[in-house]
T-cell receptor
Framework: AQSVSQHNHHVILSEAASLELGCNYS??????LFWYVQYPGQHLQLLLK??????LVKGIKGFEAEFIKSKFSFNLRKPSVQWSDTAEYFC?????????FGTGTRLQVFP | DSGVTQTPKHLITATGQRVTLRCSPR?????VYWYQQSLDQGLQFLIQ???????AKGNILERFSAQQFPDLHSELNLSSLELGDSALYFC?????????????FGPGTRLLVL
């Protein structure tokens, strides 16, 4: 079965800093990859997704992710974070219909 | 707003009790998924229904059960509740199921077992 690793558990940044959150999945073949964001006290919202095609995927709120097949990675990036990006970020992969989530990365952005 | 609704938002109950969580999928979505989010286990898939039929099972305890009704809403039943069942329970829905589908999540039900 698939598994997802998120190596950054807690990231603290100042506003305007650049962000990169790591995500690795366990095996290849056809993969559907997702990044979801959970703002404090709220539900999971879809940031972006990769199904096929251009490996550089653009999502909402200025986020993007790059699918690198050879590295089994799908890292999330944002060139300049804002205080409002403070949230928990989850990488996920589809495995036979169900979503397998990573453990999440808590991002804190200070003004 | 994803279009997926869940009730209730919060539930406080005692050990040994039984509760029912309700989910209404987005209009047109046939597939419903239940996930549990807890501090120690993270986000875990529990069960999936597709057009009224159970399609996949994850780490769901025998004390838990679910169903999807003809109008496509789903209910998750949790019985003989234990302290460790305290968690956030999310429902998600997608148009169909499988590769190429995006799951949209509801606001969740926060369950506290005392």
């Amino acid at each position: 079965a698939q598994s997802v690793s998120q190596h950054n558990h807690h990231v603290i940044l100042s506003e305007a800093a650049s962000l990169e959150l790591g995500c690795n999945y366990s095996y290849g073949g056809t993969v559907n990859l997702f990044w979801y964001v959970q703002y404090p006290g709220q539900h999971l919202q879809l940031l972006l997704k990769y199904f096929s095609g251009d490996p550089l995927v653009k999502g909402i709120k200025g986020f993007e992710a790059e699918f690198i097949k050879s590295k089994f990675s799908f890292n999330l990036r944002k060139p300049s974070v804002q205080w409002s990006d403070t949230a928990e970020y989850f990488c996920a992969v589809i495995d036979t219909d169900k979503l397998i989530f990573g453990t999440g990365t808590r991002l804190q952005v200070f003004p | 707003d994803s279009g997926v609704t869940q009730t209730p938002k919060h539930l406080i109950t005692a050990t040994g009790q039984r509760v029912t969580l309700r989910c209404s999928p987005r209009s047109g979505d046939l597939s419903v998924y239940w996930y549990q989010q807890s501090l120690d286990q993270g986000l875990q898939f529990l069960i999936q229904y597709y057009n009224g039929e159970e399609r996949a099972k994850g780490n769901i305890l025998e004390r838990f059960s679910a169903q999807q009704f003809p109008d496509l809403h789903s209910e998750l039943n949790l019985s003989s509740l234990e302290l460790g069942d305290s968690a956030l329970y999310f429902c998600a829905s997608s148009v169909v199921a499988g590769i190429g589908e995006t799951q949209y999540f509801g606001p969740g039900t926060r369950l506290l077992v005392l």
